[in-house]
């Protein structure tokens, strides 16, 4: 992939970590129908490309992560309503298809549409200046989409609070800290390098293992108990074989350890 034909996000590849960072700033990371081909390029080739074990999304600029969809720009629809589709499908990577891990770092604003990244996130952290906040029904919008996926990741009280309150309530880093939104918070100049050492850990590791573990955890969701462990125990049969073999058990210590 050529990462120059990309607009709106900057993105580099380096010792199996797919970095990409937001890139409008001045429009407070909103996404529009440029945004969403980008990342159905990136999602496309992070899923068939091997050398991509992890991808750490950020964003630009001081004052957002992302405020969700650019309400100028917006992105495309069609006329036909049984023919739309929701935006989740271009931004989200499980919806996509691409099962390699993301950690998200966020700060700022993070609002409305920015939850589709964070929703199907694996690890999500994020600096202390962080708020969340769904601004869909001050608006007169119904808040759906996004407060779905929520409920997935945070308890159903607290998702119908943001929802409901829109903007006249902001989360803090602190509250969402306390109810697993994010696992980790920290001053904004640590921000992106404490993203680059967990993605360097990960990308340590042996890569059908995390490939693995990802899908079958993110799948169980999506069925009842016996069915996700059956599913997940055909995921173990796949891939353990595979996983194991490129490990040098005998050179294992702590976070030091050799793939063969």
């Not at 390029?41 to 068939?48: G, H, N, Q, R, V």
């Not at 929703?119 to 969340?132: K, Q, R, S």
Request: net charge negative; with cysteine.
């Amino acid at each position: 992939m050529d990462f120059s034909t990309l607009t709106t996000v900057e993105a580099t590849l380096h010792d199996h970590i797919l970095t990409v960072t937001l890139n409008r700033p001045n429009k407070l990371n909103a996404f529009n129908q440029a945004m969403l081909d980008d990342f159905k390029s990136l999602w496309a080739y992070a899923d068939i490309t091997d050398d991509v074990h992890v991808i750490v999304l950020r964003a630009a600029g001081e004052r957002a992560f992302s405020s969700g969809v650019d309400v100028v720009e917006e992105y495309d629809t069609v006329d036909n309503p049984f023919s739309r589709r929701d935006p989740a499908h271009w931004l989200c990577p499980k919806l996509a298809g691409c099962w390699k891990p993301v950690i998200c770092a966020v700060h700022g604003m993070v609002a409305g549409g920015a939850f589709y990244w964070l929703n199907e996130a694996d690890i999500i952290i994020a600096a202390e200046d962080v708020e969340f906040f769904d601004p869909h029904v001050s608006f007169g919008l119904v808040a759906a989409l996004e407060p779905i996926g929520l409920t997935r990741r945070i308890p159903l009280g607290d998702v119908l609070r943001m929802a409901l309150l829109g903007l006249d309530e902001r989360l803090s880093g602190a509250q969402a800290l306390q109810m697993s939104l994010i696992s980790e918070l920290l001053p904004r100049d640590e921000l992106w390098s404490r993203a680059q050492v967990l993605a360097e850990r990960i990308a340590a590791k042996p890569p059908v293992a995390i490939q693995g573990t990802v899908r079958a955890i993110w799948e169980s969701l999506d069925t009842g108990r016996t069915h996700a462990l059956a599913r997940g125990m055909s995921y173990v049969v796949m891939g353990n074989e595979i996983g194991s073999a490129q490990v040098d058990r005998s050179k294992i210590s702590g976070r030091n350890y050799e793939l063969r």
